[in-house]
């Protein structure tokens, strides 16, 4: 079937990197985007970024920008997140998800015929923490 | 940024009862509007994209509708499992998302 399955929970010190994977299994990879979203203790959904698994372009939040990247391995279809420069409030739970969204070709977006354009596959989430 | 704003922030119903859950964007969307259920210790799911379309396996009790800055979602008569926090998302047209502040439904 159709799933995402990430990466297990991590433990960091402030100032560390977080890598998190999103292995992809039961269609295209390279037919869909991933988007990535976060989820803090008790608090509401912020998407971090999205990656074209097509050609690995990438639209990164304003907030996150030179602390993220976003990253995919067609040959095993994974996607990857990397966060540096850990803070305490870069703890949350981590998602993947499946992205409607192909692509991007001069500012016009691409998305995947008759599939939804939109989240429609999640991973079940990486909890990631930052203590020092 | 566009910004969407969710309300009420909780809804207080019983079973049986039709659920209106309310999304407004500071500023007019394209056709990308979704509508997310989360469930405690659960991943986000699916219900609504394009603002009226049922994704698959979604029950028809659950219906989206809306346009430019005014968007709802509908839950005709709630069930037990319906109860749940509930997010809408946009996508600029320069491809960035945002998500609203979500709306908890909860059983009165």
């Known amino acids: 079937q159709v799933q995402l399955v990430q990466s297990g929970a991590e433990v960091k010190k402030p100032g560390a990197s977080v890598k998190v994977s999103c292995k992809a299994s039961g269609y295209t990879f390279t037919s869909y985007g991933i988007s990535w979203v976060r989820q803090a203790p008790g608090q509401g959904l912020e998407w971090m970024g999205w990656i074209s698994a097509y050609n690995g372009n990438t639209n990164y939040a304003q907030k996150l920008q030179g602390r993220v990247t976003m990253t995919t391995d067609t040959s095993t279809s994974t996607a990857y997140m990397e966060l540096r420069s850990l803070r305490s409030d870069d703890t949350a739970v981590y998602y993947c998800?499946?992205?409607?969204?192909?692509?991007?070709?001069?500012?016009?977006?691409?998305?995947?015929?008759?599939?939804?354009?939109?989240?429609?596959?999640w991973g079940q989430g990486t909890m990631v923490t930052v203590s020092s | 940024e566009i910004v969407l704003t969710q309300s009420p922030a909780t809804l207080s119903l019983s079973p049986g009862e039709r659920a209106t859950l309310s999304c407004r964007a500071s500023?007019?969307?394209?056709?990308?509007l979704a509508w997310y259920q989360q469930k405690p210790g659960q991943a986000p799911r699916l219900l609504i994209y394009?603002?009226?379309n049922r994704a698959t396996g979604i029950p028809a009790r659950f219906s989206g509708s809306g346009s430019g800055t005014d968007f709802t979602l509908t839950i005709s008569s709630l069930e037990p499992e319906d109860f749940a926090v509930y997010y809408c998302q946009q996508r600029s047209n320069w491809g960035m998302y945002t998500f609203g502040q979500g709306t908890k439904l909860e059983i009165k």
């Open positions: 394009d603002a009226s």
């Open positions: 500023q007019s969307v394209s056709s990308y």
């Open positions: 998800a499946r992205d409607g969204r192909i692509t991007m070709v001069q500012g016009v977006i691409i998305t995947t015929a008759n599939a939804p354009d939109a989240f429609d596959i």
